[in-house]
């Protein structure tokens, strides 16, 4: 069965602090797809990144940075510097390579970012 | 502009009203697939399709129908909703099975 946990429901920062947003996977699946999605107060999800099983590298992209880690099942997302636009609903999802379309995601953390 | 439509992007109805939520991408994506969203489950896939007069079931695919008659389009069929059908439906299309999907701007339905 695939499954993706997100602890943490919400988190509070003040702006500029840095934060870190936990994703821990389950499959069975050797070649399977992470991703993770923003979905602002005006409700559209964004895509952030995608990231095959295969590459374990971190990727940075300007103040968001990813972390995956085969070996405990997480793939981690940090924004550092946060600012206030950076308040949203995060989504972290799977996508096993079994042929069949599935994305099986997160039940988000919501993070608030005060002035 | 490469994009993914649905309409309405409000509803109000009632139990057992028929009613249909359009979906359309103009990206030529042969995979689509519908999702609902609701407070503390994330999102939940309830039918994927991968070409055309190729559809399957997700998660959750009670109490809802799909059809994929043309490469584009993807409607969402709710023939007798019920009040346990209200959330936030998303739809989603990506060029290969395991891509970066495209969502829609979601259609909120409340049933009453």
């Known amino acids: 069965a695939q499954k993706v946990t997100q602890a943490q429901t919400e988190i509070s920062v003040v702006e500029k602090e840095d934060v870190t947003l936990d994703c821990v996977y389950e499959?069975?699946?050797?070649?399977?797809?992470l991703f993770w999605y923003k979905q602002p107060p005006s409700g559209e999800l964004v895509f952030l990144i995608r990231?095959?099983?295969?590459?374990?590298q971190n990727e940075i992209s300007g103040r968001y940075s990813w972390n995956f880690q085969k070996s405990t099942s997480s793939f981690n997302f940090t924004i550092t510097a946060s600012q206030v636009v950076d308040s949203a609903v995060y989504f972290c999802?799977?996508?096993?390579?079994?042929?069949?379309?599935?994305?099986?995601f997160g039940t988000g953390t919501r993070l608030l970012v005060s002035p | 502009e490469a994009q993914v439509t649905q309409n309405p992007r409000y509803l109000i109805t009632v139990t057992g009203k028929k009613l249909t939520v359009t979906c359309s991408q103009n990206?030529?994506?042969?995979?689509m697939s519908w999702y609902r969203q609701d407070p503390g489950l994330g999102l939940r896939q309830i039918y994927y399709?991968?070409?055309?007069?190729?559809?399957d079931k997700g998660d959750v695919p009670e109490g809802y129908k799909v059809s994929r008659k043309e490469k584009r389009n993807f409607p969402l069929i709710l023939e007798s909703p019920s009040p346990n059908q209200t959330s936030l439906y998303f739809c989603?299309?990506?060029?290969?099975?395991?891509?970066?999907?495209?969502f829609g701007p979601g259609t909120r339905l409340t049933v009453l």
């Open positions: 399709s991968m070409n055309v007069e190729v559809t």
């Open positions: 999802a799977l996508s096993p390579n079994t042929g069949f379309q599935k994305l099986v």
């Open positions: 499959t069975r699946d050797t070649t399977y797809y």
């Open positions: 990231r095959n099983s295969f590459d374990e």
């Open positions: 990206m030529n994506h042969e995979y």
């Open positions: 989603a299309s990506s060029l290969s099975v395991e891509g970066r999907r495209f």
